[in-house]
């Protein structure tokens, strides 16, 4: 796991680095002694892991997380000398807070939740990009970000014929592909508004790929997908697809 260190002083970092040094599956990608190197650091390394001091000189970890956005590192640790931080570390969505001088096995404790942490995040690395890229939650959706073997794909939305919902998860359906995404269907509902039809509570179709609509009775249609998919709409979807009829 990709980890970058954060922390002004010297000492405090060689500390950190000392807890880590046991660990076979911690890599330190960068060490930070400012606000400034700390976010130049995580938007170009996307670290799993961000062990962060909250004492940075002019600009605090809290600064820095408001500047990249807290989604934007799965598992973030703050570490400083003084407790009075502990509730803002925890309102920034921190998973631990190690006070100074740290106790190794505080130290071990708080790797473990952010394992943890990482391992819960992994299904959904899109939701990371769009948060270093600085993408808003309310904005349009423009791509999506899956995993294929052991890397990253960006499927633009375009290229997506429609989605299902597959438990806590949705299913795209794209180029004869599928990619399974922790999403919600409400959230994309929302973001996808205006390209995309809720033909049903548990599928949206993208309405660029629709060939044809047959009615099947009581406000349902039949739907023609231009790549051979076939589905049928609820009756509460017929006055969106009737819309459709008439562009």
Not at 85 to 102: C, G, N, Q, S, T
């Amino acid at each position: 796991m990709k980890v970058i260190l954060v922390d002004d002083e010297p000492p405090g970092r060689l500390a950190l680095r000392q807890q880590l040094a046991g660990l076979p599956d911690a890599e330190i990608v960068a060490e930070c002694a400012d606000a400034a190197s700390a976010i130049e650091a995580i938007v170009t390394h996307a670290p799993d892991i961000l062990f962060l001091d909250i004492q940075l000189g002019a600009l605090s970890g809290l600064d820095v997380l408001e500047r990249v956005g807290a989604d934007a590192v799965p598992a973030i640790v703050f570490v400083t000398a003084y407790d009075r931080y502990a509730v803002r570390a925890f309102e920034a969505h921190a998973v631990d807070y190690l006070l100074k001088p740290i106790d190794p096995d505080r130290f071990r404790e708080a790797w473990g939740r952010a394992a943890e942490r990482v391992a819960l995040e992994a299904d959904q690395p899109d939701k990371r990009i769009a948060a270093l890229v600085g993408k808003d939650g309310d904005q349009p959706l423009e791509r999506f970000v899956v995993r294929e073997g052991g890397r990253l794909s960006f499927v633009p939305v375009e290229s997506v014929d429609w989605i299902e919902a597959a438990g806590n998860y949705v299913r795209l359906h794209a180029q004869g592909k599928e990619h399974l995404l922790r999403r919600t269907m409400a959230e994309l509902s929302q973001r996808l508004r205006g390209r995309f039809v809720r033909v049903r509570r548990t599928a949206l179709v993208n309405a660029d790929s629709i060939d044809a609509l047959e009615p099947y009775g009581k406000g349902s249609y039949l739907i023609y997908l231009k790549s051979g998919t076939r589905l049928l709409s609820s009756r509460f979807a017929g006055r969106a697809l009737r819309e459709l009829l008439k562009t």
